[in-house]
Nanobody, 125 residues
Framework: QVQLVESGGGLVLAGDSLRLSCVAS????????MAWFRQAPGKERDFVAA????????RYADSLKGRFTIFRDNAKNTVSLQMNSLKPEDTAVYYC??????????????????WGQGTQVTVSS
C-alpha cells in the first residue's frame, strides 16, 4: 500500500506560479512511477505529467510542455509539480498518483494504482 498526500494548491492570479507537492508513504518510493492528473468541474480527469522511478524519464501533456515541470526527490519521498504562467483554464483539482511500473512514465490513469485526495488549484483572471 502507498499513501499519497498532496499539498500546495490555492487561489492565484493568471500568470502566477505554484508548486504542488505529494508526499508518499509505504513501499520504497523509487519503486513507483509518479504522475499528476487534473480534473476540472464537469470534465474528465486529464493527464498532466509523469516521471519514472529514477526520475530520468518524464512525460507531459502536449498542451502543458514548457509551463509545467515534474520532478521528484526519492530521498524525501516527494514528487512535485512546478506550474508557471498559470491560466484560468488550469483551474482544477490536481491529483497525485503512483504506479508500480517504475521504469515508465505512463499517461494512462489505469497504470496508476494509488491516488491522493487531490488539491484544488484556482486561477483567477
Amino acid at each position: 500500500q502507498v499513501q499519497l498526500v498532496e499539498s500546495g494548491g490555492g487561489l492565484v492570479l493568471a500568470g502566477d506560479s505554484l508548486r504542488l507537492s505529494c508526499v508518499a508513504s509505504g513501499r520504497p518510493f523509487s519503486d513507483y512511477a509518479m504522475a499528476w492528473f487534473r480534473q476540472a468541474p464537469g470534465k474528465e480527469r486529464d493527464f498532466v505529467a509523469a516521471i519514472s522511478g529514477s526520475g530520468l524519464i518524464t512525460r507531459y501533456a502536449d498542451s502543458l510542455k514548457g509551463r509545467f515541470t515534474i520532478f521528484r526527490d526519492n530521498a524525501k519521498n516527494t514528487v512535485s509539480l512546478q506550474m508557471n504562467s498559470l491560466k484560468p483554464e488550469d483551474t482544477a483539482v490536481y491529483y497525485c498518483a503512483a504506479g508500480p511500473h517504475s521504469y515508465r512514465a505512463s499517461w494512462l490513469p489505469l497504470k496508476y494504482d494509488y491516488w491522493g485526495q487531490g488539491t484544488q488549484v484556482t486561477v483567477s483572471s
